[in-house]
């Protein structure tokens, strides 16, 4: 939403605001992960070397199909991947170590080229990420157990992929309705009532 209604210097400002916030709240060597178009990846690349201390790498979502675009339709989707602070991150990966092996361009379908339940999805959020993308990146940078937080929870992907990879959860978005998707979404899947701990001030 912010980067088609600001201009470039108030999109840079919101990134700082959004990003700062998330890494000053998460522990030293914890790994965020930034997505966002090619439009705007040199404001994610100024941003992200002020807010992060080191950008670790940088994937590619190859979609299935191809989304918008005049001259070239875009068929991928820039995943930035950035550590808190200078402590070690956790590594997963490490060339297959751990049972996984993982290059940085990462093949999972396009929701909108989805049928059933997963093209219900995109009815659910338009920019909606597959569940098994958002799965896979927790895997690789956390165990079992480890807290995640998504700042822009949306329809609650993040939320669903960490219910699916046994980590905790925390999630917060502009929009109550999408919350409220969200923790919808989360309890069809476990069967679960929502419960609320305190009301908001």
Known sequence: MASGEMSESEFR??????????????RNGAVHFVCMDW????S???????????????CIWNKSNAG??????SKH?????????????????ELGKHGRNRTNVWDYASVNSMRGSRR?????????????????????VTRRGDLVLDLFLG??????AAERTGRRFRGLDIDS?????AIERWSARTGLEPRLEGAAS
Request: hydrophobic share 45%; with cysteine; glycine share 8%.
């Open 13 to 26: 400002t919101f990134l700082a605001d959004t990003l700062g916030a998330a890494a000053r709240c998460s």
């Open 39 to 42: 439009r705007h990846m040199d």
């Open 44 to 58: 994610v690349s100024a941003v992200g070397s002020a807010a992060y201390g080191e950008l670790l790498n940088l």
């Open 68 to 73: 918008m675009g005049s001259l070239y339709r």
């Open 77 to 93: 989707e820039l995943v930035f991947v950035y550590r808190v602070g200078t402590a070690p991150h956790l590594n997963m990966v």
């Open 120 to 140: 219900e999805d995109l009815a659910l959020h338009p920019t909606v990420k597959p569940t098994g993308l958002v799965a896979d990146a927790i895997q690789d």
């Open 155 to 160: 329809s609650g992907t993040t939320l669903m």
């Open 177 to 181: 309705a999408y919350v409220d998707v």
